[in-house]
Every structure is written in C-alpha cells, then in structure tokens.
C-alpha cells in the first residue's frame, strides 16, 4: 500500500540557505544573549522575593531588665545590631552591589559545552542557603541579637528562591527572551 510520496530536494536547499546565512558566532551570540536575559529575568523575580532583616526592637530586648542585667542586655545588642543595614541577602543576588538586574546579568559568564549553555544566578551572602531551605537550631540557646530564647527545633525555610523558579518556568521573562529571539531571526532574514 502506498501512503505517498515527499520530495524533500526544496527542503535540502533551504536548509543549505540556512547554513550559509547563519553564522555559527552569531548563533552563540544569541545564545549568551538569551541565557543573560533569563538570568536577568530570574533575577527580576527572586530579589523582591527575598526577605529584608528587620532590626531586633531594644525594648523588647530590654523586657524587664534593670540595672546591670540591662546594660549587659543593651551592649549585647550594640554588638549585635550597631552597624545593622537591612537588605545584605537581596543585595547578595547582584554580588554585593546595588544595581539592576540587567546591568549585574551582563557581568555573568556564560558557559558553553557541547551545542548546552549554562549560567549561574547565585546569592553571595553566606546566609542565602540557610533562610532558603530553613536550619536547624538549639532549643534554649540565648541569642543575644533578638534578646530571646529560641523555642524551635528548626527555622523554617523561606523558599524565595524556588518560589521565583517557579515563576520563571511558568513563563515570567519569557517575552524579553521571544523579542531578542526574534530581533536577531529579522536580522537574518529579513
């Protein structure tokens, strides 16, 4: 039984056509171009995400307190809390800088193996892992900095991180990937 036949020869020349106008320099262009946009559109998700610490209150430090007992209470916090700066962990997503998403993503490098690229979006704060995935702390120890004892076997994870993965897959950033994509197709096509 015959279903048919193809001529595939017009394919074959449109596919030489291809070859001859793309360059692959511009192809890997393009990727790296597209792999900066999804970092920076990952980025745009994750940092609003991330919680900002808030400075432990002194009063509620010093509860009850008199005497020798608060000024032991009040130099504890001075140490804990003296230089406090809110917003270490969101700043960390762009290495310690205050800048924009895009400006941080075109600083990233980009890796190529085989015909995969790759990038890393990470959080140079040291305490990124732990507010993402929660710890696990020591019931009754006295932290100085909130002025309190811990009542909890573990700190529960805040998952900014994954909540923005989420997001992006979901198709969050994916317009600014489709109009560089289709920049660069004008470009060779016309």
Known sequence: MNWGS???SGLKEFADKIRAVVDEKKVDELA???????AAALLELVIPLTPTGEKADLNSVLAGATGAEAEKKTAAYE???GGYVGGTLKRGWTAGEDRKSEEHAKTLDVEKAGTVFSIVVENIDEKALYVEEGHRQTIGRYVPAIGRRLVSPAAPGRHFLEQAEMSFQAGAGEAKMQKRFDQFMQEMFG
């Open 79 to 81: 140490r804990a809390w």
């Open 6 to 8: 193809v001529e595939y």
């Open 32 to 38: 790296e171009d597209l792999m900066r946009d999804a």
